[in-house]
T-cell receptor, first 116, second 118 residues
Framework: AQSVTQLGSHVSVSEGALVLLRCNYS??????LFWYVQYPNQGLQLLLK??????LVKGINGFEAEFKKSETSFHLTKPSAHMSDAAEYFC??????????????FGTGTLLAVQP | DAGVIQSPRHEVTEMGQEVTLRCKPI?????LFWYRQTMMRGLELLIY????????DSGMPEDRFSAKMPNASFSTLKIQPSEPRDSAVYFC????????????????FGPGTRLTVT
């Protein structure tokens, strides 16, 4: 069964520092992987997605993630953190049900704090 | 497009009362998902529909929970009777599933309904 594991429920970085949020997946088939962001009191918003077209995926707000099959990882990075990046980040894997509908299995989330 | 619309945004009710949460998906989307988010359990998928038909309701916690999608533009999640442990934020999301190989559309989330059961 497909699943994702996010390492570190809380990550704190200084403004301007590198952001690295870790996600490892488990899947018996080539996975579709996603990163979502949730700002306080809001719904989830897609940052980026991997659908096998390219291993390095660029998303919104300067984020990117690299799919590494050998490591079963899909870590999220951003070269320089901004205060506005403070939010909770969720990694997710897509599970196709009978070829008709996909559903997402979410990780437990990583809360990113950005210190001035 | 207005995005996924949920109502109410906040609901406070007493234990034992019936609660109905509403969702309007993005026009043209053919899949709809209900999630629940709590500190203890994170984000859980409760049920999802494809073309108004429930595909998987294995995430629905108990018989007290029910969901309907009478048409492509409206869905409800009902809790009857409600209990304090149902307090959570409930999200609705919609997507458009493509049949072409490699097409995987994202899910668009609504702003959520924060439910408090006292």
């Amino acid at each position: 069964a497909q699943s994702v594991t996010q390492l570190g429920s809380h990550v704190s970085v200084s403004e301007g520092a590198l952001v690295l949020l870790r996600c490892n997946y488990s899947s018996s088939v080539p996975p579709y992987l996603f990163w979502y962001v949730q700002y306080p009191n809001q719904g989830l918003q897609l940052l980026l997605k991997y659908t096998s077209a390219a291993t390095l995926v660029k998303g919104i707000n300067g984020f990117e993630a690299e799919f590494k099959k050998s490591e079963t990882s899909f870590h999220l990075t951003k070269p320089s953190a901004h205060m506005s990046d403070a939010a909770e980040y969720f990694c997710a894997v897509s599970v196709t049900y009978g070829g008709a509908t996909n559903k997402l299995i979410f990780g437990t989330g990583t809360l990113l704090a950005v210190q001035p | 497009d207005a995005g996924v619309i949920q109502s109410p945004r906040h609901e406070v009710t007493e234990m034992g009362q019936e609660v109905t949460l509403r969702c309007k998906p993005i026009s043209g989307h053919n899949s709809l998902f209900w999630y629940r988010q709590t500190m203890m359990r994170g984000l859980e998928l409760l049920i999802y529909f494809n073309n108004n038909v429930p595909i998987d309701d294995s995430g629905m916690p108990e018989d007290r929970f029910s969901a309907k999608m009478p048409n492509a533009s409206f869905s409800t999640l009902k809790i009857q009777p409600s209990e304090p442990r149902d307090s959570a934020v409930y999200f609705c999301a919609s997507s458009s599933i493509q049949r072409l190989w490699g097409e995987e559309d994202e899910q668009y989330f609504g702003p959520g309904t924060r439910l408090t059961v006292t």
